[in-house]
């Protein structure tokens, strides 16, 4: 089926699973190469990035940890914007190397807000995996280590990405068609 209902919007499908499994394999490939001996402690952040990290760290051969966080998203009591922050990190990461797992780097805000939680709690290199990224909406400056694939500036569910909280059991990724 190569076009999907989800509430309002019909999806087309756009990247297919074995495109999708190739382009992990070659970041594993990757990280095993760069942090054999780095001990480093994987950082899934939910909800999206699950179906990434479950197939990115069977693919992890080096010795590792892997650990799951999600970012809380409320309205601080002095500030304006909404301010996020990371939570659920039970783990000292002083001098740790750090891989944060990603569904997607879009503006960037999300990923320097991790960035700056993980460098004050003290971890000594953190290196970024996104399996998605759309670069022409990065609006920050960030190193973003590992990409598996780079996309258009177009909504997309699938493959743990959703719209409304639907979608993300996919197994392949699915571009909204505009109307
Ligand atoms: P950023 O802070 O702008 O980089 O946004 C990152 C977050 O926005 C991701 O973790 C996703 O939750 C969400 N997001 C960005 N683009 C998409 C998309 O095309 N589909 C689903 N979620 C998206
Ligand atoms: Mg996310």
Avoid: W
């Avoid at 996919?170 to 109307?179: A, F, G, M, P, R």
């Amino acid at each position: 089926m190569s076009i999907i209902d989800i509430h309002d919007k019909k999806f087309s499908l756009s990247i297919p699973e074995t495109d999708i499994q190739e382009s992990v394999k070659r970041v594993a490939d990757q990280i095993n190469q760069d942090l054999i001996d780095k001990d480093p402690l994987f950082i899934c952040v939910l909800n999206g990035a699950f179906m990434f990290a479950g197939d990115l760290m069977k693919q992890i051969n080096i010795p590792c940890e892997i650990t799951f966080v999600k970012l809380s998203s409320y309205e601080g009591l002095y500030t304006t914007g909404k301010v996020k922050e990371v939570i659920g990190l039970n783990e000292n990461i002083v001098g740790r190397n750090i891989v944060v797992v990603e569904d997607i780097v879009d503006t960037g805000v999300t990923m320097e807000k991790i960035i700056a939680s993980l460098t004050a709690k003290g971890a000594k290199e953190i290196k970024i995996a996104t399996f998605l990224q759309k670069p022409d909406a990065l609006q920050r400056d960030i190193t973003i280590d590992y990409v598996a694939m780079k996309i258009p500036n177009d909504f997309i569910v699938g493959y743990g990405l959703d719209y409304n909280g639907y979608g993300r059991n996919l197994k392949d990724i699915y571009t909204v068609v505009q109307e």
